[in-house]
Nanobody
Framework: QVQLVESGGGLVQAGGSLRLSCAAS????????MGWYRQAPGKQRELVAS???????NFEDSVKGRFTISQDNAKNTVYLQMNNLRPEDTAVYYC??????????????????WGQGTQVTVFS
């Protein structure tokens, strides 16, 4: 099926920038949508940004104007550019992909997969 590999997290001072990448790999699949979620200690996982067909995007209110999401369809990779980072952005960031898996001509499955997570820490 599909695996996701994330990269780009780290430690950054408030006001700084980071770029997260998430690459999907596997066989016989078509990405339908990809997104980034985050989970801070003691909080629920929340959607940060997503991108779907036609490059339609969606952002959590607190990151609008600071974060952008983009995708390279040829590489099955999604990027999250995070600018003007704040301490409250500190969390583990997880990549998610919704995809169609077609292992045989007769079989089609809609699936969902998560990356392993990457830590983003913003200090003031």
């Amino acid at each position: 099926q599909v695996q996701l590999v994330e990269s780009g997290g780290g430690l950054v001072q408030a006001g700084g920038s980071l770029r997260l990448s998430c690459a999907a790999s596997g066989r016989a699949f078509t990405i339908k949508a990809m997104g980034w979620y985050r989970q801070a200690p003691g909080k629920q996982r929340e959607l940060v940004a997503s991108i779907g067909s036609g490059d339609a995007t969606n952002f959590e209110d607190s990151v609008k104007g600071r974060f952008t999401i983009s995708q390279d369809n040829a590489k099955n990779t999604v990027y999250l550019q995070m600018n003007n980072l704040r301490p409250e952005d500190t969390a583990v960031y997880y990549c998610n992909a919704k995809y169609l898996w077609v292992p045989t001509v007769e079989a089609r499955y809609e699936r969902d997969v998560w990356g392993q997570g990457t830590q983003v820490t913003v200090f003031s």
